[in-house]
């Protein structure tokens, strides 16, 4: 018996010392195996970005061509007369006859030129004006209601004001889609530059940054993906606000085909018009994603 006793007393006394050589908890070390991650692991929740898959992109093809199948099944059933719903191989004909004729293109290409300049002017100004209101109380103060208040007109009210200052042409257009690209870009790039963290901030000045070298290198990449959310958003305004441009005395562009088209009684060149900017709107907006995508890891 006292050989056993012994026998257990030296086995304890060389656990603890392999366990720390203290009879104290808090000396014990933890097994090797649990420090590894073996055991028990909780199931990961479901939606996590570990665990979440992505869906194919071709599922967003669903709804167009269930919407497109119910118009050809309402146009071939006689639900609709032509004048009021064309088919769309009607749609197809005159898309093809006005390709033929080099009209199609040169449409869509003044049109997206259009944009894209006024986007281009309209996001840069937002986004100088939106740092500086987000940034300085004193400017906050001063512009931010009559900013907020311009932000309510709409975009058929601007035109006759831009026809009087700036007269015909193309200046009146851009400026009209810029003005539309304006505001999404101020909101959200004020907004996240209010709302940037101030640990952040103070960690970037006792790295010795100030102003326009605080702003570029701390707190607009905090904001980005914001800024880019404001950028999606005011790309969509600007398509929107190119229809309005487009009534000034254009001769080109998918705007006037919309509303040359209305005029003329073509049915099948309204929904061409229709259809041809709700594809453009959605292959910038891609081209937006792609540009999110690379500045979020840019900034990660």
């Known amino acids: 018996m006292s050989e056993l006793a012994g026998v257990a007393v030296s086995g304890r006394s060389a656990q603890a010392q392999g366990l720390g050589g203290s009879d104290d908890p808090s000396s014990v070390q933890t097994p090797r195996s649990v420090r590894a991650g073996f055991g028990p692991r909780r199931p990961a929740r479901a939606g996590t970005a570990g665990t979440r898959r992505r869906l194919s992109p071709w599922w ?34 005159a898309a093809g006859d006005l390709w033929e004729r080099g009209l199609l293109q040169q449409h869509i290409a003044i049109s997206a030129q259009r944009v894209f300049v006024g986007f281009g002017l309209g996001a840069a100004a937002g986004l100088v004006v939106g740092s500086l209101v987000g940034l300085s109380r004193w400017a906050d103060a001063l512009l931010g209601p009559t900013i907020g208040a311009l932000r309510a007109v709409p975009s058929l009210a601007w035109v006759p004001l831009l026809l009087l200052w700036i007269g015909l042409g193309e200046p009146p257009k851009l400026v009209l889609v810029a003005i539309g690209a304006f505001f999404p870009v101020f909101t959200t790039t004020a907004s996240a530059l209010r709302h ?67 005029n003329n009684g073509r049915t099948d060149r309204i929904f061409l018009a229709i259809i041809t900017l709700a594809v453009l709107g959605k292959l910038s907006d891609a081209v937006v994603g792609l540009f999110e995508r690379w500045a979020l890891k840019r900034w990660a």
């Open 60 to 93: 967003g093809a669903l709804l167009p061509l269930a919407l497109l199948g119910v118009w050809q099944l309402a146009t071939s059933t006689g639900a609709y007369p032509a004048s009021q719903l064309p088919s769309p191989a009607a749609v197809v004909r």
């Open 196 to 262: 940037v963290d101030a640990n952040l901030v103070e960690a970037g000045r006792a790295f010795g940054l100030r102003g326009v070298s605080l702003l570029t290198q701390v707190q607009l990449p905090a904001a980005v993906p914001a800024v880019i959310a404001g950028l999606r958003l005011a790309l969509a305004q600007a398509w929107l606000f190119l229809v309005a441009a487009e009534l000034l005395a254009s001769s080109i562009g998918l705007g006037y085909l919309l509303t040359e088209s209305v």
